[in-house]
């Protein structure tokens, strides 16, 4: 069992910019992909950005060069540094990871945090 906690997220102005960080805990052995979802109200569920243990990155299009992801293994952390924040941000960021067995595909959830809010005013 992989337990995973966040951190980060609030109410920020458009153009301002926010951190987020997820700490994963328990058979950190068994997961290799981390990353972060977001979930909007009446919208689907986005996979925003992606990070495996040897820093293979995805971004979606909507936040390509406005949001960075990064990885410390030795802190089993992964952070999200959103930038240029929109108001069209405004979602519920999930960190999510998935078994080791399924690197190579889209990060699909196998273990799930509690969420964070993001806020963005326009």
């Known amino acids: 069992q992989v337990t995973l906690v966040e951190s980060g997220g609030g109410f920020v102005q458009a153009g301002g910019s926010l951190k987020l960080s997820c700490t994963a805990s328990g058979r950190i052995s068994s997961i290799n992909t981390m990353g972060w979802f977001r979930q909007a109200p009446e919208k689907q569920r986005e996979l925003v950005a992606s990070i495996t243990a040897a820093e293979t990155i995805r971004y979606s299009d909507s936040v390509k060069g406005r949001f960075t992801i990064s990885r410390d293994n030795t802190k089993n952390t992964v952070h999200l540094q959103m930038t240029n924040l929109k108001p069209e941000d405004t979602a519920v960021y999930h960190c999510?990871?998935?078994?080791?067995?399924?690197?190579?595909?889209?990060?699909?959830?196998?273990?799930w945090g509690q969420g964070t809010q993001v806020t963005v005013s326009s």
């Open positions: 999510a990871a998935d078994f080791e067995w399924k690197l190579g595909r889209a990060l699909e959830g196998d273990y």
